[in-house]
């Protein structure tokens, strides 16, 4: 028999993308931008890490 599986993309923000899904055994990829999401691992036949997240990102605006 065959096993599949697949990693799950990471969530995008205004800022940049989210780490690609995959569809082969692997790690995800790395999020690029702030406060976007790793992407998932593909664990098929062994445990995998998930891509990183990026740090957030806060913008004040003062008016006086």
């Known amino acids: 028999s065959t096993t599949a599986g697949c990693g799950g993309g990471g969530g995008s923000s205004f800022f940049g993308g989210g780490g690609r899904p995959l569809n082969a055994q692997g790690t995800g990829s790395a999020a690029a931008g702030y406060g976007s999401g790793g992407g998932g691992a593909a664990a098929i ?10 740090a957030g990102v806060i913008r004040i605006w003062e008016f006086s």
């Open 45 to 54: 036949s062994a445990n995998t890490a998930g891509g990183a997240g990026t």
